[in-house]
């Protein structure tokens, strides 16, 4: 699978916002990255083009109770410790 991301500089913290590419692939084996800045007339911009493998498959939306998937990936392993059922491997 592959994902393109375009990050605009920010001139007040100067400074690009890596948290949209940090959630991306917190659940993604990386296999290749390519990185360029460009500019569009004053403005400048980072594109992080990623080839990756998913390291664990999407949880049903049952499961996900609304959670984004950081959040996802801490809790789903304390279901079956906190009495909200449990979790089904394979």
């Not at 990623?50 to 950081?70: A, T």
């Amino acid at each position: 699978m592959f994902k393109i991301i375009t990050i605009p500089f920010d001139r007040n913290t100067k400074s690009f916002d890596d948290d949209l590419l940090n959630h991306l692939v917190v659940n993604k084996q990386v296999t290749a990255c390519r990185a360029e800045l460009f500019h569009d007339g004053s403005d400048t911009y980072w594109t992080v083009f990623l080839d990756y493998d998913p390291l664990v498959e999407q949880p049903s939306e049952k499961e996900s109770l609304g959670l984004d998937e950081p959040q996802r990936m801490l809790f789903l392993p304390l279901l079956p410790t906190v009495g909200l059922g449990t979790r089904e491997v394979g």
